[in-house]
């Protein structure tokens, strides 16, 4: 058991899970106790859950192809940790300088962008079945698990599930790590150099505009 956290814990090391998505000292001393085997049978179930309800919102033949990716966007904006995401994707410092005006703006337009961008992005692996392979806790609230997706002409589809169990008790994904690449840091790192190069507020024009909101 020991080795196989030691492994987790250096895969999000690798993955280069920043700062703003750690735990949150604050949200874990509110949980209450839980076991460690109870915390990872509770993320592997909250992962079927997750992937059983995308499947369902993908085949379901009775609606259009765009109501299936919009009822697929409802299933991640419940599924992922929206709050914390929204501060790691533009860092904690940037978070903290936003104006009213502009952080009223981007978290609305950020919740509707993220999801919809992820359910066009991830309907291969999120409709077809997962296969959890391993799973292991590295730290007090937050679990690995390892799924894999079969493909008829290449080798399966590594993903892992960054869970985390929230202060009320609630499970939310904190990152999807592809064959080893974290997903939500590639985003972060698409967002701070846009800021870079053209600043916070053409970055909120722009999410707004790919989220198609006015």
Do not use: C, H
């Not at 080795?3 to 814990?9: E, G, H, K, N, S």
């Not at 949150?24 to 839980?34: C, G, K, L, N, Q």
């Not at 919009?70 to 860092?91: H, P, T, W």
Request: proline residues 2%; hydrophobic residues 50%; aromatic residues 6%.
């Amino acid at each position: 058991m020991r080795r196989r956290l030691q492994i987790f814990a250096a895969l999000i090391a690798a993955a280069g899970a920043a700062p703003a998505l750690a735990e949150s000292t604050d949200a874990t001393a509110a949980i209450e106790a839980e076991s460690t085997d109870a915390m990872v049978a509770a993320a592997i179930e909250f992962i079927e859950t997750l992937s059983s309800d995308a499947t369902s919102a993908l085949t379901n033949e009775a609606a259009s192809e765009a109501q299936r990716v919009e009822d697929l966007r409802l299933v991640l904006a419940d599924g992922l940790a929206l709050d914390r995401l929204a501060s790691f994707m533009i860092g904690s410092k940037a978070a903290k300088e936003l104006s009213d005006e502009q952080a009223a703006r981007y978290n609305a337009v950020f919740p509707f962008y993220i999801t919809q961008d992820y359910a066009t992005q991830f309907d291969e692996i999120v409709s077809k079945p997962i296969v959890v392979v391993d799973a292991g806790a590295t730290g007090r609230s937050t679990v690995i698990v390892r799924t894999e997706l079969e493909r008829k002409e290449s080798e399966p589809l590594v993903v892992d599930w960054r869970v985390v169990r929230m202060a009320d008790g609630v499970r939310k994904v904190l990152d999807i790590i592809v064959n080893g690449t974290s997903t939500m840091t590639v985003k972060r790192e698409e967002f701070v150099a846009f800021m870079k190069a053209n600043g916070i507020d053409a970055l909120i024009d722009r999410l707004e505009q790919e989220a198609q909101i006015a």
